[in-house]
């Protein structure tokens, strides 16, 4: 396996609990959260700056946000009691099926 993926998941994990700790920050007025926050996001972008010595930006930037929005999606409806309505799972699951095809089918994508 690239190691590029591996640094795309850190980035990906790292990317999706910043998100979550914005949600909890209430506009960067609690302390904890606001640090999660900058200190996830700092990870997340330190970690897709290594991806990008392996994988192509374009590969690299369509599985990280897409997989990301997934997540994000998820967790807010776990997490944070957010409805998804059938639109919203049709279009992630839109998403979802694109990072697939990208990585399965696409010659751009690093392997």
Known sequence: ?????LYLA?????????TSAL???EGFTRLGPSAV??????????????VLRTVPIGVAYAIWSGVGIAL?????WIVFKQSLD???????GL?????????????????
């Open 37 to 50: 926050v900058v200190i996830g996001y700092g990870i997340a972008f330190w970690c897709l700056s290594m």
């Open 95 to 111: 998403i979802v099926t694109g990072v697939v095809v990208l990585q399965v089918f696409s010659k751009s994508s690093a392997h």
């Open 23 to 25: 949600k909890s920050s």
């Open 72 to 76: 994000i999606a998820l967790i807010g």
């Open 1 to 5: 396996m690239n190691s590029g993926y």
């Open 86 to 92: 059938l639109a919203a799972l049709v279009g992630i």
């Open 10 to 18: 850190a980035a990906i994990v790292a990317e999706v609990v910043a």
